[in-house]
């Protein structure tokens, strides 16, 4: 065997001997270390939980060379524990530092975009509860009622007329919806976060307002009719983010108040106002193909109501004189429901 092939030859035994970088793996253990805030004792205590039993002498004599530049071996178990505990693939273990870093960036991009769409969503909950508020104290008697409640408990009637206030502040409230729109957007061009780049796609095909009309009218015109109230709550907390992003939540909010006091509500004047939405959609000019394919989406959606499923797809185009291909990609508008609990 030549002295080449015997360097290709695998050793189980250790990462070194295997052609990867101890090197690298000890400047990266290291670096992972330092960015945790981990002791070699602490180290240590990580691998031993996880499976992999060390002692802190071990960690220092992999981070700490030796005179002559070397270092103690890192085993394969070793090796695969360190990926566990860091949370990263193997196979990034023994790459540079540089490497380590833009992977690191890399991850603060997915977590800020992660924590974003959390925000954005806790956000809707945020206006949700708030338009509650404005709603209940747009009545005289819900208005007496907070007040005796708060003059019970030593509250003046002027501080009780500004917390009416506060809540009532027309400013306050679009100070508040304007700040959620700023948080969709920056999102938006975010992307998925899955990369570091933008998303490639138009914008306004993924956030067509179309398909969150589509979804609200399938939750109000059939789903909260026909369901116990004792549910209803829940399952408008899972549109909560639909209903802001579409702008529904200030006219579904008597729907929304009723149920989450137990009480049923009809629905049929969110449904009207879901259509009369997508109806200026429908009538709109479109300015540009995806805006052709947003307007037939709306127009599908006003179309099919109440049609059987059943019916070919062809004879659907053929009904709104379109093409097949056209009906498909405009069905594929309506279906794209985006970063929401609705799955």
């Not at 398909?211 to 009218?217: E, P, S, T, Y």
Request: net charge negative; charged share 30%.
């Amino acid at each position: 065997m030549s002295a080449a092939e015997k360097r290709h030859q695998p050793d189980h035994g250790s990462l070194g001997a295997r052609g990867l970088s101890e090197e690298n793996v000890a400047l990266r253990i290291a670096w992972e270390m330092r960015r945790r805030g981990w002791s070699q004792e602490r180290m240590a205590q990580e691998l031993t939980n996880a499976g992999c039993p060390t002692h802190q002498s071990a960690i220092s004599k992999i981070v700490n060379p030796k005179p002559d530049g070397s270092r103690r071996a890192i085993s394969v178990d070793e090796a695969i524990t360190l990926a566990r505990v860091f949370g990263i693939a193997l196979e990034e273990l023994p790459l540079p530092l540089d490497d380590a870093e833009g992977r690191d960036l890399h991850d603060l991009t997915r977590t800020v975009t992660h924590e974003g769409r959390n925000a954005k969503d806790q956000y809707a909950h945020f206006l949700l509860a708030w338009a509650r508020l404005r709603h209940r104290f747009g009545r005289e008697k819900s208005r007496t009622a907070y007040e005796g409640f708060l003059a019970q408990r030593k509250v003046d009637a002027a501080t009780a007329g500004q917390a009416i206030s506060f809540w009532m502040d027309a400013d306050s409230w679009r100070e508040a919806t304007v700040g959620y729109d700023t948080l969709q957007r920056i999102l938006r061009a975010m992307g998925e976060g899955r990369d570091l780049t933008p998303p490639g796609e138009d914008s306004r095909w993924r956030h067509s307002v179309v398909a969150d009309l589509v979804r609200l009218r399938e939750l109000f015109a059939t789903k909260i009719p026909g369901a116990p109230v004792r549910v209803v709550p829940d399952l408008i907390y899972h549109v909560a983010e639909v209903l802001v992003r579409a702008g529904m939540h200030e006219a579904a909010i008597g729907v929304i108040d009723a149920y989450d006091r137990g009480t049923a509500h009809p629905t049929d004047a969110v449904v009207e106002e879901i259509d009369r939405r997508l109806q200026q959609i429908s009538d709109r000019e479109p300015e540009d193909r995806l805006d052709h394919l947003e307007n037939l989406a709306a127009r599908i959606a006003l179309h099919e109501r109440g049609r059987d499923p059943r019916q070919p797809l062809q004879e659907r185009a053929a009904e709104l004189g379109v093409s097949i291909e056209d009906y498909q990609e405009a069905r594929k508008v309506a279906g794209m429901h985006r970063e929401t609990g609705m799955r």
